[in-house]
């Protein structure tokens, strides 16, 4: 099994990080390895997506189920039957009005014994750099943010930067 648990003061607000952790259709601009992300089913606090992961020309589709307590945790688990195990925790907690602590958490088994290397050679590097890849995107937003008051998100981002649907 892959694991990986990272802790990181982060100085942004808590509901900041929580909201573009949150925002998994979002993933394909900044989260390394993922291609595609998209909502399948929307309720109140959980959503099931549906994602591909692209390693050159390897690619892996999978579904997960993304359980929301705002603003202070995020589970992300998959039943999918390429996992033996997939389960992502994030939990938020405010330091401050501007810095929170952030706990990052992934554990992942597959069946296939044959994909079990790319799981470690590729994989868990990725997850590495997840925490980072969200701190990043987040200044980025709060910078943009600050200077286009009322503007939303998605219009700061220069075009190579947006997805294509």
């Keep these: 099994m892959a694991s990986h ?6 100085g942004l607000p ?3 990080l929580f909201d573009v952790v949150a ?38 589709r999978f579904r997960t189920r993304t359980e ?16 033996c195990r997939f389960d992502i925790r994030w939990n938020f907690a405010p330091l401050a009005e501007d810095r929170c602590q952030v706990d990052f958490a992934l554990d992942c ?12 050679v590729l994989v868990l ?4 750099s997840m ?5 990043q995107r987040a200044h980025l937003l709060a910078a943009q943010a600050a200077a286009h008051p009322g503007s939303q998100p998605r219009d700061f981002l220069p075009d190579d930067d947006r997805r294509q649907d």
């Design 23 to 60: 925002d998994v259709e979002s993933y394909p601009d900044f989260v390394p390895l993922i291609r595609a992300a998209r909502v399948l089913r929307r309720d109140l606090a959980a959503y099931e997506t549906e994602q591909t992961l692209a390693v050159g020309l390897l690619q892996h």
């Design 5 to 10: 648990r990272e802790t990181r003061t982060i």
């Design 68 to 83: 929301l307590l705002r603003p202070q945790a995020i589970s992300i688990v998959s039943q999918d039957r390429s996992f």
């Design 125 to 128: 590097p990725m997850a590495g």
């Design 131 to 135: 925490v980072s890849a969200f701190e």
């Design 14 to 16: 808590v509901d900041r």
């Design 109 to 120: 088994e597959l069946r296939s014994l044959f994909l079990m290397p790319v799981l470690q």
